[in-house]
Nanobody
Framework: QVQLIESGGRLVQPGGSLGLSCAAS????????MGWFRQAPGKEREFVAA???????TYADSVKGRFTISRDNAKNTVYLQMNSLKPEDTATYYC?????????????????WGQGTQVTVSS
């Protein structure tokens, strides 16, 4: 059974930094793409970042230059480093895994999802 467990979400002040982790279990994900999405209250889930099996990254325009996605295949873990956080980054952050190695921004292409971790950016 595939499981994705996110961690690292918390309250952080505007301009601060935060790192999220997502540990995958149940199979080896080295040849899969992994991504981060987020959903704020009353809004649709939106793409944040994704990383291909070969470490090619893609980002939403709203986070480009501030967020960095990375992965450690030996640990079956994907990370999201978030810098210069803004109140509009407040959301529940979800990690996801998709078959096939290409990093994609479309949520429906992802096969497995975590339960989410809450990030709140507020003073």
């Amino acid at each position: 059974q595939v499981q994705l467990i996110e961690s690292g979400g918390r309250l952080v002040q505007p301009g601060g930094s935060l790192g999220l982790s997502c540990a995958a279990s149940g199979r080896t994900f080295g040849s899969y793409a992994m991504g981060w999405f987020r959903q704020a209250p009353g809004k649709e889930r939106e793409f944040v970042a994704a990383i291909s099996w070969s470490n090619v990254n893609t980002y939403a325009d709203s986070v480009k230059g501030r967020f960095t996605i990375s992965r450690d295949n030996a640990k079956n873990t994907v990370y999201l480093q978030m810098n210069s956080l803004k109140p509009e980054d407040t959301a529940t952050y979800y990690c996801a895994v998709k078959y096939g190695g290409a990093a994609m921004s479309t949520a429906s292409l992802y096969n497995y999802w975590g339960q989410g971790t809450q990030v709140t950016v507020s003073s």
